[in-house]
Structures are given as C-alpha cells and as structure tokens.
C-alpha cells in the first residue's frame, strides 16, 4: 500500500521560514518524480516545485523559485525548505508521486496523494 505523509505546516509571519516534510512508503522513491502542489482557499490546486530523483534535477513554479527549495535524504523523505513566506503562499501544501510531466511538475491525475498540510503566513 503506497502511503504518503505530510508535516511540517504552521502558522508562521511574513518573512519567516517552514520547513515541510513527506515521507513516502509502498514506492522506490528513485522509481517516481516527487514534488509538492498546494491549493489556496478559493482557487485552483497549483505545482509548487518537483524533483526526479534519478538525475536530482528541480523545478520551481516562479512563484517561489528562489526562496523555496525541494530536496531529498535519497531514502523515503522529500522536504521543502520555504523562506522570505508571503501572505500569498498560504494554502494547503500537498506531496505527490509520480511520472513527471511536461509542465516540469508531477502529473497530477496519476500520481499517489498526500492528505496535505496547512501553512498559514499572516501576521
């Protein structure tokens, strides 16, 4: 059974830094593209960042390239390390797993799930 898990959300000021985390069990990590999509309340859910585990290549929506990095322990956990947090970045972030697609980010209808975790940037 694939099962995937995200921590790591919170309630944190403009400005500040979260660290989440997913861990992934049922998958070889180095078998699948992993990234994270989040969903703000209101709108669409949207790529945030991806990473293939086979050559370590990342990508970035440009929305957060540059204060957010996507990295892994090259064994069941994916982190995202989020810094300079904006208002706008708060939104449900999600973990997925599966076939990178030409976006640059995991596809989403095909891929394994996690049940998110909330990040809330507000002051």
């Known amino acids: 059974e694939v099962r995937i898990t995200e921590s790591g959300g919170g309630l944190v000021q403009p400005g500040g830094s979260l660290r989440l985390s997913c861990v992934l069990s049922?998958?070889?990590?180095?078998?699948?593209?992993i990234g994270w999509f989040r969903q703000a309340p209101g709108k669409e859910r949207e790529g945030v960042s991806s990473?293939?585990?086979?050559?370590?290549?990342t990508y970035y929506s440009d929305s957060v390239k540059g204060r957010f990095t996507t990295s892994t322990d090259n064994e069941n956990t994916m982190y995202l390390e989020m810094n300079s947090l904006k208002p706008e970045d708060t939104a449900v972030y999600f973990c997925?797993?599966?076939?990178?697609?030409?976006?640059?980010?995991?596809?989403?209808?095909?891929?394994?799930w996690g049940r998110g975790t909330q990040v809330t940037v507000s002051s």
């Open positions: 990473i293939n585990t086979i050559d370590g290549n």
């Open positions: 049922g998958l070889t990590m180095d078998e699948y593209g």
């Open positions: 997925a797993a599966g076939a990178l697609g030409n976006s640059g980010f995991v596809r989403e209808p095909s891929a394994y």
